[in-house]
């Protein structure tokens, strides 16, 4: 029993590791001897809980894929639904303000670099923008069904273009290192909903 417990830490904290590298280095750019140096961990060790780089790359995005849908749920808060939306926004900006700005996001960063050449990274990412999509759709439908929210789209389509947006500052932000660029993001979000 203590061994599987001690074989869950290693690979956990392979994942944790291996995610801030993937974060700075993009997927090609990280070797496994690269994973190995920072992780500390031994060859066999990692070839005992990963097939090989793919798997490691795709295992993170599935352990990052999870927080990120937990953070999502507990970030929709507010009084109406389009402040439920205008505040998940928020928290998104307050997560990239603690990195400083630096990483990105792993979704956008692992769409640009890898949804081309590998379905199964183009998978995770699909299903991660879906899930979010949808939780924004949510709110915004039931914005809709109570007259607070006044555009002339689907709450579908707005729902992808606030996605669109906060990706797009997310990047602005990291190319720039100014926070202004994803607030100015956040500022026509927030004028979008009415806010």
């Given at each position: 029993m203590a061994q599987t417990k001690k074989g869950e830490?290693?690979?956990d904290h392979i994942l944790k590791t291996t995610r801030a590298i993937l974060m700075a280095n993009g997927f090609h750019d990280t070797?496994?001897?690269d994973?190995?140096?920072v992780t500390g961990v031994t060859k066999g060790n990692?070839?005992?809980h990963f097939a090989g780089k793919e798997d490691i790359g795709l295992a993170v995005l599935e352990d990052v894929k999870e927080e990120f849908f937990k953070f999502l749920a507990e970030s929709f808060i507010g009084?109406?639904?389009c402040a439920k939306v205008a505040n998940s926004c928020q928290?998104?900006?307050e997560e990239q303000k603690k990195n400083n700005f630096v990483g990105g996001c792993l979704f956008g960063n692992a769409a640009l670099e890898m949804s081309d050449s590998n379905p199964r990274f183009s998978k995770v990412i699909r299903s991660v923008c879906a899930h979010w999509i949808r939780e924004i759709d949510h709110y915004l439908s039931l914005a809709k069904e109570g007259h607070s929210l006044h555009v002339n789209v689907s709450p579908g389509m707005l729902a992808k273009a606030i996605v669109a947006t906060?990706?797009?500052?997310?990047?602005?932000?990291?190319?720039t290192k100014d926070q202004a660029d994803l607030e100015d993001c956040l500022t026509v979000i927030r004028a979008m909903l009415g806010e």
């Amino acid at each position: 029993m203590a061994q599987t417990k001690k074989g869950e830490m290693t690979r956990d904290h392979i994942l944790k590791t291996t995610r801030a590298i993937l974060m700075a280095n993009g997927f090609h750019d990280t070797s496994i001897n690269d994973i190995i140096k920072v992780t500390g961990v031994t060859k066999g060790n990692l070839y005992y809980h990963f097939a090989g780089k793919e798997d490691i790359g795709l295992a993170v995005l599935e352990d990052v894929k999870e927080e990120f849908f937990k953070f999502l749920a507990e970030s929709f808060i507010g009084d109406t639904p389009c402040a439920k939306v205008a505040n998940s926004c928020q928290a998104i900006f307050e997560e990239q303000k603690k990195n400083n700005f630096v990483g990105g996001c792993l979704f956008g960063n692992a769409a640009l670099e890898m949804s081309d050449s590998n379905p199964r990274f183009s998978k995770v990412i699909r299903s991660v923008c879906a899930h979010w999509i949808r939780e924004i759709d949510h709110y915004l439908s039931l914005a809709k069904e109570g007259h607070s929210l006044h555009v002339n789209v689907s709450p579908g389509m707005l729902a992808k273009a606030i996605v669109a947006t906060i990706e797009g500052g997310i990047m602005l932000s990291r190319v720039t290192k100014d926070q202004a660029d994803l607030e100015d993001c956040l500022t026509v979000i927030r004028a979008m909903l009415g806010e």
